[in-house]
């Protein structure tokens, strides 16, 4: 079974403060992802990695930073959290046939259990 | 950019009805899948489809993929409390980046 780990389910941190999210999956897959999820707003994309030390911007990376220095961990950064980052973030990975994009892989994202975080 | 629209948001209904949920995507999709969220959990990957047409069916479960490519559904026949939870489309752009762009998902609400 592939787990995805997340390293808190709770989090309360002030204004202003640098907050780390850590992630680990352990079936060595290619891919790994950062979502934010709200309410009537689905998952947004932050950040992906589609390999160590690579990384893309997703749909809002303003006010993020990611690190991938190992396959399998993937860190979502929040150099100064702010209130409107209060979310539920949302951490998946998926393997890949080769390159990202070929539509005939199976790109099943299997995700972790989420990180509630509450900005003061 | 890249959109894909869910509707409806929410959607109420008595054991033993029918459910649908569609997704409209602004751009051709390379495939789509379908993710099923209970409350309190965390999405769970449900199926894939890549084919112009596409029909796949899983239990009471059935979706489609448009002709296009563009749109999609999930029917769900006679259901029952335990398909309650959100249900997302998420599809894979035609642009190569290996993104999923997610739906805003349909809450399925079923009374006993």
């Known amino acids: 079974d592939v787990k995805v780990t997340q390293s808190s389910r709770y989090l309360v941190k002030r204004t202003g403060e640098k907050v780390f999210l850590e992630c680990v999956q352990d079936?060595?897959?290619?891919?790994m992802f950062w979502y934010r999820q709200d309410p009537g707003l689905g998952l947004r994309l932050i950040y992906f990695?589609?390999?160590?030390?690579?990384?893309e911007k997703g749909d809002i990376p303003e006010g993020y930073s990611v690190s991938r220095e190992k396959k399998e961990r993937f860190s979502l950064i929040l150099e100064s959290a702010s209130t409107n980052q209060t979310s539920m973030y949302l951490c998946?990975?998926?393997?890949?046939?080769?390159?990202?994009?070929?539509?005939?892989?199976?790109?099943?994202?299997?995700f972790g259990p989420g990180t509630r975080l509450t900005v003061l | 950019g890249q959109q894909v629209m869910q509707i409806p948001q929410y959607q109420h209904v008595q054991e033993g009805e029918d459910f649908t949920t569609y997704c409209n995507s602004s751009?051709?999709?390379?495939?789509i899948q379908w993710y099923k969220q209970r409350p309190g959990g965390h999405p769970v990957f449900l199926i894939q489809?890549?084919?112009?047409?596409e029909v796949k069916k899983q239990k009471r479960l059935t979706f489609q993929f448009g002709e296009a490519k563009k749109n999609s559904s999930l029917h769900i026949t006679a259901t029952q409390t335990t398909d309650v939870g959100t249900y997302f489309c998420?599809?894979?752009?035609?642009?190569?980046?290996?993104?999923?762009?997610f739906g805003q998902g349909t809450t399925l609400q079923v009374k006993p």
């Open positions: 998946a990975s998926s393997s890949s046939p080769g390159r990202p994009g070929l539509a005939g892989g199976l790109w099943e994202q299997f």
């Open positions: 079936m060595d897959h290619e891919n």
């Open positions: 990695s589609y390999d160590v030390k690579m990384k």
């Open positions: 751009t051709t999709l390379s495939n």
């Open positions: 489809l890549v084919k112009s047409g």
């Open positions: 998420a599809g894979l752009g035609s642009s190569n980046t290996g993104k999923l762009i």
